[in-house]
T-cell receptor, first 112, second 112 residues
Framework: GENVEQHPSTLSVQEGDSAVIKCTYS??????FPWYKQELGKRPQLIID?????GEKKDQRIAVTLNKTAKHFSLHITETQPEDSAVYFC???????????FGSGTQLTVLP | DAGITQSPRYKITETGRQVTLMCHQT?????MFWYRQDLGHGLRLIYY???????DKGEVPDGYVVSRSKTENFPLTLESATRSQTSVYFC???????????FGQGTRLTVV
């Protein structure tokens, strides 16, 4: 089955700095790569996703980059704010797939 | 209200007891999922369903039973609860593959 590794497990940054979280996957047939944000005590919610036919996608301060050859993708958050503090999960799914496989999560803390 | 809801939100049960966690969605999504969330493990898939009366095992199905007699409901039963099943359980739904998954609020289950 699919294996997804996420790094780092914890990340602390100063407010205004950038944060980068990276995931690697094993199944070359994977073609859908979403990122979910989970605030403390809340449910995970989708923040951005990318499909394998594009290399980068941006949404305001958030961007995701995909390297299909190397089988890794990354979440980039610029100008971090305290409300960005949360656990972030990457996920992977193959074409026509029925289930997402999640990474183990990254606890991001933005220090004021 | 439209959405996906879980009940109960919190449950304490004794070892060996049977307990059922409920999940209800109002979107008529085809796919429904049960995940458990444990520190350091991210979100692990227990079972999923592609439609009414169609269910399949995920990564960690042992000790759990599911059913889906109606599209909108996907209950998860622990037939004989064990302490290792203490966890936060999330139900999710989506329309089809490679699309956003929507999560319920979660059920915090403690087995004593």
């Amino acid at each position: 089955g699919e294996n997804v590794e996420q790094h780092p497990s914890t990340l602390s940054v100063q407010e205004g700095d950038s944060a980068v979280i990276k995931c690697t996957y094993s199944d070359s047939a994977s073609n859908y790569f979403p990122w979910y944000k989970q605030e403390l005590g809340k449910r995970p919610q989708l923040i951005i996703d990318i499909r394998s036919n594009v290399g980068e996608k941006k949404d305001q301060r958030i961007a995701v980059t995909l390297n299909k050859t190397a089988k890794h993708f990354s979440l980039h958050i610029t100008e971090t704010q305290p409300e960005d503090s949360a656990v972030y999960f990457c996920a992977v799914e193959r074409a026509g797939g029925r289930q997402l496989t999640f990474g183990s999560g990254t606890q991001l803390t933005v220090l004021p | 209200d439209a959405g996906i809801t879980q009940s109960p939100r919190y449950k304490i049960t004794e070892t060996g007891r049977q307990v059922t966690l409920m999940c209800h969605q109002t979107w008529s999504h085809s796919y429904m999922f049960w995940y458990r969330q444990d520190l350091g493990h991210g979100l692990r898939l227990i079972y999923y369903s592609a439609a009414a009366d169609i269910t399949d095992k995920g990564e960690v199905p042992d000790g759990y039973v599911v059913s889906r007699s109606k599209t909108e409901n996907f209950p998860l039963t622990l037939e004989s609860a064990t302490r290792s099943q203490t966890s936060v359980y999330f139900c999710a739904s989506r329309e089809r593959g490679n699309t956003e998954a929507f999560f319920g609020q979660g059920t915090r289950l403690t087995v004593v």
